[in-house]
Nanobody
Framework: QVQLVESGGGLVQPGGSLRLSCGASGFTFSWFAMSWYRQAPGKERELVAGISRAGSTTNYADSVKGRFTISRDNAKNAVYLQMNSLKPEDTAVYYC?????????WGQGTQVTVSS
């Protein structure tokens, strides 16, 4: 059974940091590209960051470049999102995604709220 479980969300003040984690099970993690998406209330889900299977290639949404860093540990079947200099507009539910060709899996999401 495929599972993606996000953790690390919460309430943080503007300018603060959070580190999201996503643990994977039920599939061969190293075969899948991994991504973080987010969805704010009333908005469509958007890609935040992605990382290739070996971790050698990453990509970011323009809105988070220079502030967020995606990484993965294939030995631990985990992907991470380090978020620094958080802004109120980063408030959203953050989702972990695993993708390989037509296979596409999602986690349940973790809430990130940036507010003073």
């Amino acid at each position: 059974q495929v599972q993606l479980v996000e953790s690390g969300g919460g309430l943080v003040q503007p300018g603060g940091s959070l580190r999201l984690s996503c643990g994977a099970s039920g599939f061969t993690f190293s075969w899948f590209a991994m991504s973080w998406y987010r969805q704010a209330p009333g908005k469509e889900r958007e890609l935040v960051a992605g990382i290739s299977r070996a971790g050698s290639t990453t990509n970011y949404a323009d809105s988070v470049k220079g502030r967020f860093t995606i990484s993965r540990d294939n030995a631990k079947n985990a992907v991470y999102l380090q978020m620094n200099s958080l802004k109120p507009e980063d408030t959203a539910v953050y989702y972990c995604n695993a993708r390989k060709y037509v296979e596409n899996y999602w986690g349940q999401g973790t809430q990130v709220t940036v507010s003073s």
